[in-house]
């Protein structure tokens, strides 16, 4: 399948994110299938995930989640790209998995944060990855689905590339207050 023209759209639910492997992955392991407010709903998996295994990935070294996130970036893509274009959606609200890396890119590079500087990253994220005001909104048009192309690779990016930009922009407030006021 290579594009939104084969089919007509689909509903992410339970038994299509069951269809596929890359579809567990940008579902956010089901937690972009919340009702209400998916990013956010995945953005809190991505926290609890990173909590829990930040005990092995973060024990005495930066490489565990370095790595982690590395593989993260490509495997997303993969995944983000092919559920798009098996929902038949540019860029669905139940696809995640780009909340989900971007939130342990900050999480990785705050810590050791305390809960509530976790809760202030947290916040700023879900600010800038809702509102999109500057360069997230930027980022979320430029990969946007032109008229008459098919969702392939370049969206499957796009549905990444805003997030890590509200990623860059969150560690950015947090830099510069601990800058000024730390």
């Known amino acids: 399948m290579?594009?939104?023209?084969?089919?007509?759209p689909q509903r992410p639910s339970a038994r299509f994110m069951r269809g596929h492997p890359a579809h567990w992955i940008a579902f956010g392991f089901g937690s972009g299938l919340?009702?209400?407010?998916p990013g956010t709903v995945g953005t809190l998996w991505a926290w609890a995930a990173f909590v829990v295994a930040d005990r092995w990935l973060g024990a005495g070294s930066p490489w565990g989640w370095a790595l982690v996130i590395a593989a993260s970036l490509p495997?997303?893509?993969?995944?983000?790209?092919?559920?798009?274009?098996?929902?038949?959606?540019?860029?669905?609200?139940?696809?995640v998995w780009d909340e989900v890396i971007a939130f342990w890119l900050i999480l990785w590079l705050v810590m050791p944060a305390g809960l509530v500087g976790q809760a202030v990253a947290f916040g700023l994220f879900r600010f800038f990855d809702a509102a999109k005001p500057g360069p997230v909104g930027w980022a979320d048009r430029r990969y946007k689905l032109r008229p008459g192309?098919?969702?392939?690779?370049?969206?499957?990016?796009?549905i990444l590339f805003d997030d890590l930009v509200a990623a860059l922009c969150t560690l950015l407030v947090i830099a510069l207050w601990q800058r000024l006021f730390g």
């Open 2 to 8: 290579t594009g939104a023209a084969a089919m007509p």
């Open 34 to 37: 919340s009702p209400k407010a």
């Open 75 to 95: 495997l997303g893509w993969w995944a983000c790209t092919r559920t798009a274009q098996h929902l038949g959606l540019a860029d669905p609200g139940a696809i």
């Open 149 to 158: 192309q098919a969702i392939g690779w370049r969206q499957g990016w796009g």
